[in-house]
């Protein structure tokens, strides 16, 4: 069962633009949700989280957005920069247990 | 600090063959995870261990599959006998986890599998 979708695989943008992701997720018990960042080779970071009180928490240039009626959430990197090209993976969880991933988005940052 | 530590980074198997991978999680981690991604798929769950108890291996295929973390630190997940599907990346992840907030998970490298 594919609770979380991330239904874009790939993004393309041009360095200093916006960058957008977006994830949608289908269980209403997830109460906290978390963006990672993947490079090849490596094992995914955490970028940033948000838990469901709050529609907005911003680090930097990240900022994630939360819509719980329409149960999506979206990150935004302004300005976008090359070294942000890596696979990003959306994240959730009911509490702190069993994080369910989407299949990642990956985002190319044109120079 | 040091993040957490995998072994092998990779590993060539023929099918029916057993494997075993290692990890080692950030030092002071109660919960520790073993997640299967498969190529172009998000990170599944396979176990979560909280100390050296199991919390969650409901998506851990049991006929194959087992895992074990003595002494609450260190644990090793283990295929016998190991299918063509089962190649992916293992990963491994630590967090803080004192049952109230969800601090984020620290993953390692993963070990690359591949069953021929």
């Known amino acids: 069962d594919q609770q979380v979708k991330q239904n874009s695989p790939s993004l393309s943008v041009q360095e200093g633009r916006i960058s957008i992701l977006n994830c949608d997720y289908t269980?209403?018990?997830?109460?906290?949700f978390l963006w990672y960042k993947k490079y090849p080779a490596e094992g995914p970071t955490f970028l940033i989280s948000i838990s469901s009180i709050k529609d907005k928490n911003e680090d930097g240039r990240f900022t994630v957005f939360l819509n719980k009626s329409a149960k999506h959430l979206s990150l935004h990197i302004v300005p976008s920069q090359p070294g942000d090209s890596a696979v990003y993976f959306c994240?959730?969880?009911?509490?702190?247990?069993?994080?369910?991933f989407g299949a990642g988005t990956r985002l190319t940052v044109k120079p | 600090e040091a993040g957490v530590a995998q072994s092998p980074r990779y590993k060539i198997i023929e099918k029916r063959q057993s494997v075993a991978f290692w990890c080692n999680p950030i030092?002071?981690?109660?919960?520790l995870y073993w997640y299967q991604q498969i190529l172009g798929q998000g990170p599944k769950l396979l176990i979560q261990?909280?100390?050296?108890?199991?919390?969650?291996d409901s998506q851990l295929p049991k006929d194959r599959f087992s895992a074990e973390r003595l002494k609450g630190v260190d644990s090793t997940l283990k295929i016998q006998p190991a299918k063509l599907e089962d190649s992916a990346v293992y990963l491994c992840?630590?967090?803080f986890g004192d049952g109230l907030t969800n601090y984020g998970y620290t993953f390692g490298s993963g070990t690359r599998l591949t069953v021929v």
């Open positions: 269980n209403s018990m997830f109460d906290y």
């Open positions: 030092s002071g981690h109660a919960t």
């Open positions: 261990f909280q100390n050296n108890g199991v919390v969650d």
């Open positions: 992840a630590s967090s």
């Open positions: 994240a959730a969880s009911a509490g702190y247990n069993d994080m369910r």
